[in-house]
């Protein structure tokens, strides 16, 4: 039997996608009312953090105890890993352990080669590249609050990070136009770029990338291992700074997402997070529930 991975968005089908979305709100409904689900007792799963991290670890931690499984945090200080086992070995001797493995890593390519050699379902749970199980609780925010989100329009603002290039794929799969205003030099992945087509606009103005838009997106200006960029960083990227002026320019019905931790007055204004629009603590909460219907649907036959 083959394994399935979940390394992209474009490990599933659009269809799969959309099922999942459906089930992360029939779990979190089910979670709200106390009903006890359990369908992977006994069943473990490893969590590799290459990169640190608050949701991520909390939501796959949480929810596999909520599923009845287990979950064990592993750090390069605490494993082999740390102290230069090849990744492909690590991977044959953790999925002979564990029923699954997510790993939040910085190169992709590490990802891709653990998978090549791991028994067991691996998950993305961020890489340089990609981060995949966030634009799950994206969607599935969006499709709470207003419904699906086919063909309407996205805002990403800000640098054409890895989030970015997930809103690419995302974009693809669930069939929406997406504006990326970003600075010259700090665009996203060509690649994903020529992949999506005219389905994704790039744009330098942020407020033309805003006007009319459903969505707006952003993150911080500097991520991880980019802390010695910061400080121009933030003198290229201050323009692109999210306000609540600038959401004003959308639609009347406009959802503001970001992925957290949020660095307010650099990406974000210090009052937007708090106006009605923002939708980000649902977002976060969508993590755990997105990340259940996944460990689910790669587990549960």
Wanted: one cysteine or more; aromatic letters at 6%; a negative charge.
């Amino acid at each position: 039997m083959t394994v399935r991975h979940f390394l992209s968005l474009m490990d599933c089908s659009q269809a799969e996608l959309t099922s999942l979305l459906k089930r992360g709100i029939e779990l979190k409904d089910l979670h709200r009312q106390g009903v006890v689900y359990e369908p992977l007792k006994n069943r473990v799963l490893g969590m590799i953090f290459e990169k640190a991290s608050t949701r991520t670890r909390v939501s796959f931690e949480a929810g596999m105890i909520q599923l009845g499984g287990q979950a064990i945090f592993l750090s390069p200080r605490d494993t082999q890993l740390g102290r230069g086992e090849p990744v492909e070995d690590s991977a044959r001797v953790l999925s002979r352990m564990c029923d699954a493995i997510m790993i939040r890593t910085f190169a992709h390519s590490t990802l891709e080669t653990f998978a090549t050699h791991s028994r067991v379902p691996v998950i993305n749970g961020l890489s340089d590249d990609l981060h995949p199980c966030q634009l799950l609780a994206d969607m599935q925010t969006f499709l709470e609050h207003r419904g699906s989100i086919k063909g309407k329009t996205v805002a990403w603002i800000g640098d054409g990070n890895n989030m970015c290039n997930t809103y690419i794929q995302a974009a693809m799969q669930f069939d929406f136009q997406l504006r990326v205003a970003c600075p010259e030099g700090y665009e996203p992945d060509q690649a994903w770029l020529d992949r999506a087509g005219d389905r994704v606009t790039l744009l330098r103005d942020p407020r033309e990338a805003v006007a009319g838009a459903h969505l707006v997106c952003t993150d911080v200006f500097a991520s991880m291992g980019q802390e010695d960029e910061a400080q121009e960083r933030l003198r290229v990227f201050t323009p692109y700074q999210v306000t609540r002026a600038m959401l004003d320019q959308a639609d009347p019905e406009v959802l503001f997402m970001h992925c957290l931790p949020a660095h307010r007055g650099e990406e974000v204004s210090h009052d937007l997070l708090d106006d009605p629009r923002s939708v980000v603590w649902d977002q976060a909460e969508n993590r755990l529930h997105a990340q259940k219907a996944l460990v689910e649907f790669l587990l549960v036959e």
